[in-house]
Nanobody
Framework: QVQLVESGGGLVQAGGSLRLSCAAS????????MGWYRQAPGKARELVAG???????NYADSVKGRFTIYRENAKNTVAMQMNNLKPEDTAVYYC????????WGQGTQVTVSS
């Protein structure tokens, strides 16, 4: 059974940092392109960062230069370091494959205060 469990969110002041982690079970995360998504209240879920099977990364313009996605294959996890957080980064963050294949996890809430 595939399961995605996100963690690491929290409340932080603008300019602060957080590290999110996504633990996968039921599949080998390294065999897939993976992404971090977010959904802010009243908005659609959006892909903010992706990492290919080969390790190439890409980012939404809104987070480029501030967020870094990376794999920890030995732990079957994908993580994202978020620096210089802004209030507009406030959202629930999720992970999934680049083209979402699996049911969404519960997500992890990130709240950035101004």
């Amino acid at each position: 059974q595939v399961q995605l469990v996100e963690s690491g969110g929290g409340l932080v002041q603008a300019g602060g940092s957080l590290r999110l982690s996504c633990a996968a079970s039921g599949f080998t995360l390294g065999s897939y392109g993976m992404g971090w998504y977010r959904q802010a209240p009243g908005k659609a879920r959006e892909l903010v960062a992706g990492i290919s099977r080969g390790g190439s990364t890409n980012y939404a313009d809104s987070v480029k230069g501030r967020f870094t996605i990376y794999r920890e294959n030995a732990k079957n996890t994908v993580a994202m370091q978020m620096n210089n957080l802004k209030p507009e980064d406030t959202a629930v963050y999720y992970c999934n494959t680049i083209t979402p294949l699996w049911s969404w996890g519960q997500g992890t809430q990130v709240t950035v205060s101004s």
